[in-house]
Nanobody, 124 residues
Framework: QVQLVESGGGEVQAGDSLRLSCLATGERTFSTYTMAWVRQAPGKEREFVAATMKTDDNRYYADSVKGRFTISRDTAKNTIYLQMNSLKPEDTAVYYC????????????????WGQGTQVTVSS
């Protein structure tokens, strides 16, 4: 079992930056999990944002955030991060941390472990 706790959300202006964190506990083989960020805007379905496999050499991004967001992981701290730069109002959503064993997938439905989410609001 994996427990995930997100932090770092908030309310910012367009063009600002935020860094989200996700602490994973309960699994000693955290490094073997693919970790992802998924977001859900009001009235919309959840959307894959970014994922990282075992090392930072394997990182994947949605086209909508490529070049602006960076996912990273600190295996020693069992934590992943999402650095979000040049934020836009359309980035407003609840951001969830998710985990799945081993292989990467952009299908958010395939991730069995989820955090409670953290709200990011970007005003114009």
């Amino acid at each position: 079992q994996v427990q995930l706790v997100e932090s770092g959300g908030g309310e910012v202006q367009a063009g600002d930056s935020l860094r989200l964190s996700c602490l994973a506990t309960g699994e000693r083989t955290f490094s073997t999990y693919t970790m992802a960020w998924v977001r859900q805007a009001p009235g919309k379905e959840r959307e894959f944002v970014a994922a990282t496999m075992k090392t930072d050499d394997n990182r994947y991004y949605a086209d909508s955030v490529k070049g602006r967001f960076t996912i990273s992981r600190d295996t020693a701290k069992n934590t992943i991060y999402l650095q979000m730069n040049s934020l836009k109002p359309e980035d407003t959503a609840v951001y969830y941390c998710a985990a799945r064993p081993w292989t990467y997938s952009s299908n958010w439905n395939s991730y069995p472990y989820w955090g409670q989410g953290t709200q990011v609001t970007v005003s114009s």
